[in-house]
């Protein structure tokens, strides 16, 4: 069974960085669409970027210029560079696939602080 880890979050600034991690213990290969999404206090969860085997990205609207999603499959990780944050990048943040096939990790939480 797949088991996926997110690492990296913390308290920022605003306008500071952080970059995000996530690993999918258990996996042979990341084949699928990999994203990741956030979920803020009395929020419903959101996809924020999603990238493909081939390594095309697509960003919500509210990151985009300034999320960059990668992936390594030889380490079966995917991250999540985060620039230029604001006050409202403030969630949890989760990955899995675009299908959401994976059980769902605990996420790292992001706080961004003016």
Do not use: H
């Not at 605003?14 to 009395?42: D, H, K, V």
């Not at 989760?94 to 996420?107: R, V």
């Amino acid at each position: 069974q797949v088991q996926l880890v997110e690492s990296g979050g913390g308290s920022v600034l605003a306008g500071g960085s952080l970059r995000l991690s996530c690993t999918a213990e258990g996996a042979f290969f990341l084949i699928n669409q990999m994203a990741w999404y956030r979920q803020a206090p009395g929020k419903q969860r959101e996809l924020v970027a999603v990238m493909n085997s081939r390594g095309s990205p697509r960003y919500a609207d509210s990151v985009k210029g300034r999320f960059t999603i990668s992936r390594d499959n030889a380490k079966n990780t995917v991250y999540l560079q985060m620039n230029s944050v604001k006050p409202e990048d403030t969630a949890k943040y989760y990955c899995n696939t675009s299908d959401e096939q994976y059980k769902w990790g605990q996420g790292t939480q992001v706080t961004v602080s003016t």
